[in-house]
């Protein structure tokens, strides 16, 4: 759809570097599982609609992801990494 200016009709061309790199290079791989996402956020979009279970499942995402803090996690990229001692910022 990028390429037939269907989102910049005004602009033709605009998004044709976007849609080469994407095409062509894709070093980050967008399009390399684009069609097992499109899979999951349509599970995700079904599962929406029902309200309680989306409500279970964000409580139990959130319960399972243990603990995260970026300062802890510079903190110990330091300590693992660098092997210099950083107080955590109170």
């Keep these: 759809m990028m390429r037939s200016n269907f989102f910049s009709p ?3 061309g ?3 570097p ?3 790199n994407l095409m062509l290079s894709d070093p980050f791989l967008v399009c390399a599982d ?3 996402y499109c899979a999951v956020q349509d599970q995700i979009s079904e599962e929406y609609q029902n309200p309680d279970q989306w409500t279970e499942k ?3 995402n959130v319960a399972n ?3 995260f803090s970026s300062d802890r996690t510079i903190v110990e990229y330091a300590k693992d990494i660098w092997d210099i001692s950083v107080e955590m910022p109170k």
């Design 10 to 12: 005004m602009e033709p």
């Design 65 to 67: 992801s243990g603990k």
């Design 58 to 60: 964000a409580i139990l």
């Design 14 to 16: 605009i998004f044709e």
């Design 34 to 36: 684009f069609e097992a």
């Design 18 to 20: 976007l849609a080469n």
